[in-house]
C-alpha cells in the first residue's frame, strides 16, 4: 500500500530492441572488439560494459521498447492527469500528515477521558486513531525525502533501499490493524443493533480488549509473505552514466509472490470491504427505519390529545409517544460510524480492485496500473485516516462537548484566589 518505490521501473524492466541496418556494424565495432578481447571480470568493471554499450546504442540509433509499453492499460487522457497529481502529491500528502497526525492525537486525547473511556466502541475508536497517527508519522520523512529533497532522483543508496524496505513493511502492518479495527467496529454495532438483548453479554469489556489486540496481533502474521518477497536489489543505471543504485522489488515468477499477492489483495483488502459492504448497507436501513419512526412519531404528536375518564371519574390526558434520549444517542451514534465505514469503503475498494485486476491481467497491469495509481491511493488512504475527527466533532455532541471542555482547559487562565479567600485559608 504506502510503500512502492518505482526507481526500479526506469532500469529494471524487460527490454526488446528494435536496431538500425547497422546491426552488423555494431558487432564490428572496434570499443566492443576491444572489450571481448580482454580477459577476467578483473580487467573489466561492469561500469565500463555498460557504458560502451549504452554509447553505441546512441551511436548506432538503436531504440529500447520496455516489455510492458505494448500494453494499453491505463493509457490516455487520464493517464496524463493521474501523472499531473502524481507531481504535487508530495506536498499535498505532506499537509494531509500533518493535519492528520494532529488530529487523530486530538481524537487520542478526547476518547481518553473518563466519560468516554469505558464505552467499547470509544476504545476501538482510540486505537484507531493511534494506528492511523503512527502511519501518518512515518510517512512523513518519506514523503519530504522522495517528493520534496529528492524529487526523481535515481541514484538510490543502500541506506535509501533499507528505509524503503522498513517503511514498506510498517505501514502496512499498521495499516492492516486500521482495516481489521474497522471491521471489528462494524461486527460491534452491528451485534449491539441486531440483538439489543444479548449486547451486554456479548460485546464485554473483555472481549474488547481481545478484538483490539487481535488487530495488532493479526497483521504481522498476515505479512509473513511479503518479508520474504520483497527484498533489496542491486542494478544500474544509465541515464547519466553507469551508476550503481539499490532498490526494493520482488519475485514476479515465485509461488511464493502469488501467495502474497491474493492475501493482501483478497484476504486483507477485498474480503473486509465485502463485509463492511454489507453491515454497512444493514445499518443504512436500521437508520432508515428509525427515521421513518421518527416521522410516524411526529404526526401522532400533531394530533389532539385524547382525553380519557377512569373508572373514579378522573379525567387525565394521555401521552403522545417519543423516542426515549437513549434511542436518539443511539441512532447518532449509528450515523457516526456508517460515514467512517463508507468512507474507508470509498478509500479501500479501488485498492482492492486493482490488486485483483493485477492479479488477473498479470505483470503488466500491475506495472502500468497500479503504480501510476499508487501516490493517489496513498493520499486517499491518509486523508481516511485524517478526517475522521472532523467526522466525530460534526455528528457526536458528547465528542464535541468533551473536546470544548479539553481545549477550555488549557486555553483559559487559571483564575487567582481573591483576597477574601486568602484570609480565610489564613485563618484555617
Known amino acids: 500500500m504506502l510503500a512502492d518505490d518505482n526507481t526500479q521501473n526506469r532500469h529494471n524492466s524487460s527490454y526488446s530492441y528494435i536496431g538500425s541496418n547497422d546491426t552488423y556494424n555494431f558487432l564490428e565495432d572496434t570499443r566492443l572488439i576491444s572489450l571481448l578481447n580482454k580477459r577476467g571480470g578483473n580487467h573489466t568493471p561492469i561500469e565500463e560494459w555498460l557504458k560502451t554499450l549504452e554509447d553505441l546504442r546512441n551511436k548506432y540509433n538503436i531504440s529500447v521498447i520496455k516489455e510492458c509499453d ?29 493535519f492528520g497526525s494532529l488530529a487523530n492525537a486530538l481524537n487520542v486525547a478526547v476518547l481518553t477521558r473518563r466519560d468516554l473511556a469505558t464505552a467499547p466502541i470509544n476504545r476501538l475508536l482510540k486505537w484507531l486513531a493511534v ?38 513493511h510498517f505501514t502496512q502492518i499498521l495499516h ?54 520483497f527484498t533489496i536489489h542491486q542494478d544500474y543505471a544509465l541515464d547519466n552514466g553507469p551508476t550503481k543504485v539499490y532498490y526494493v522489488d520482488s519475485n514476479y515468477d515465485g509461488r511464493l509472490y502469488q501467495i502474497n499477492f491474493w492475501v493482501h489483495a483478497v484476504v486483507i483488502k477485498l474480503l473486509p470491504c465485502v463485509i463492511l459492504t454489507v453491515i454497512s448497507a444493514w445499518l443504512i436501513r436500521v437508520l432508515y427505519r428509525a427515521n421513518s419512526r421518527k416521522k410516524a412519531l411526529k404526526g401522532y404528536s400533531a394530533c389532539p390529545a385524547n382525553t380519557v375518564v377512569n373508572g373514579n371519574g378522573n379525567i387525565f390526558t394521555r401521552k403522545s409517544t417519543k423516542r426515549s434520549k437513549a434511542e436518539r ?38 506495472k502500468r496500473c497500479y503504480d501510476l495509481f499508487g501516490e493517489l491511493m496513498d493520499a486517499l488512504a491518509l486523508l481516511n485516516g485524517a478526517i475522521n475527527f472532523v467526522l466525530y466533532c460534526a455528528m457526536s455532541k458528547q465528542f464535541r462537548t468533551t473536546f470544548r471542555q479539553i481545549m477550555w482547559n488549557r486555553c483559559a487562565p487559571t483564575p487567582r484566589a481573591s483576597s477574601h479567600t486568602e484570609l480565610q485559608t489564613t485563618y484555617v
Open 329 to 366: 444517542r443511539t441512532d447518532r451514534t449509528t450515523r457516526m460510524l456508517v460515514a467512517v465505514l463508507l468512507l474507508f469503503l470509498l478509500t479501500e475498494f479501488p485498492q482492492g480492485i486493482l490488486g485483483l485486476m493485477s492479479g488477473a491481467l498479470g505483470r503488466c497491469f500491475f
Open 131 to 168: 494506528a492511523d497517527v503512527f502511519v501518518m508519522l512515518e510517512y512523513v520523512p518519506f514523503a519530504i525525502y522522495r517528493y520534496l529533497l529528492f524529487p526523481g532522483q535515481i541514484e538510490r543508496p543502500y541506506s535509501w533501499a533499507v528505509y524503503m524496505l522498513f517503511h514498506m
Open 176 to 229: 492492516t490493524a486500521s482495516i481489521l479495527l474497522t471491521l471489528s467496529l462494524a461486527i460491534w454495532r452491528y451485534i449491539a443493533i441486531k440483538y439489543p438483548s444479548h449486547g451486554p453479554s456479548l460485546c464485554t469489556e473483555s472481549r474488547c480488549t481481545i478484538a483490539i489486540m487481535s488487530s495488532f496481533l493479526l497483521p504481522p502474521i498476515l505479512c509473513i509473505p511479503s518479508y520474504f518477497v
Open 70 to 98: 505494448r500494453f494499453d492499460y491505463c493509457s490516455g487522457e487520464f493517464r496524463d492527469l493521474v501523472l499531473a497529481y502524481n507531481s504535487i502529491h508530495g506536498y499535498i500528502s505532506l499537509l494531509i500528515c500533518l
